[in-house]
T-cell receptor
Framework: KNEVEQSPQNLTAQEGEFITINCSYSVGISALHWLQQHPGGGIVSLFMLSSGKKKHGRLIATINIQEKHSSLHITASHPRDSAVYICAVKRVSGGSNYKLTFGKGTLLTVNP | NAGVMQNPRHLVRRRGQEARLRCSPMKGHSHVYWYRQLPEEGLKFMVYLQKENIIDESGMPKERFSAEFPKEGPSILRIQQVVRGDSAAYFC???????????FGDGTRLSIL
């Protein structure tokens, strides 16, 4: 079992819909990242969070440390939100707290 | 304020050749991380460097792969005698300290013929 699991793997939505992508992890962490990757493109860091909730524009990220779970929400989705969304955790383990462990990503397609 | 710069964006090599991938971190960042993204797989940690020092290379294959981050100039990931299985996207990230967010480059897509 992977240390970081994302669901769903693929998600298709209509423009304007509310999107939720989930991330569960099984290790102790100091922080969790949400990243965005467009096909053939680079990686953009959307959020880094260690507790609670963060909001940036139409994007909201939440984390529940006790349940080892995080969600990324997109409100009023738009075709330009189509991308792979990746959850990554920074583990707390004996001096290697810089390493990121990644989920396999969720491919989001938003149709007009 | 330029972000993390990687070059080349695309690199084609024949089996047995050498591949050199470059990464210039963001200004003020002295921590560099290399990750590999194999087709249909997630990103995997390879190596973490601070200026002139390799801190952790536990994710890097022991043979043919090496990394450096000299006092002057970009970080280099070097792959000798490339094989088909080395075809992947290689991403570099940098941070100001190892507790601060990592900023990623656009990656180098390596194709082996």
């Amino acid at each position: 079992k992977n240390e970081v699991e994302q669901s769903p793997q693929n998600l298709t939505a209509q423009e304007g819909e509310f999107i939720t992508i989930n991330c569960s992890y099984s290790v102790g962490i100091s922080a969790l990242h949400w990243l965005q990757q467009h096909p053939g493109g680079g990686i953009v860091s959307l959020f880094m969070l260690s507790s609670g909730k963060k909001k940036h524009g139409r994007l909201i990220a939440t984390i529940n440390i006790q349940e080892k779970h995080s969600s990324l929400h997109i409100t009023a989705s738009h075709p330009r939100d189509s991308a792979v969304y990746i959850c990554a955790v920074k583990r707390v383990s004996g001096g290697s707290n810089y390493k990121l462990t990644f989920g396999k990503g969720t491919l989001l397609t938003v149709n007009p | 304020n330029a972000g993390v710069m990687q070059n080349p964006r695309h690199l084609v090599r024949r089996r047995g050749q050498e591949a050199r991938l470059r990464c210039s971190p963001m200004k003020g960042h002295s921590h560099v991380y290399w990750y590999r993204q194999l087709p249909e797989e997630g990103l995997k940690f390879m190596v973490y460097l601070q200026k002139e020092n390799i801190i952790d290379e536990s994710g890097m294959p022991k043979e043919r792969f090496s990394a450096e981050f000299p006092k002057e100039g970009p970080s280099i990931l070097r792959i000798q005698q490339v094989v088909r299985g080395d075809s992947a996207a290689y991403f570099c990230a940098s941070s100001r300290t190892n507790n601060q967010p990592q900023h990623f480059g656009d990656g180098t897509r390596l194709s082996i013929l």
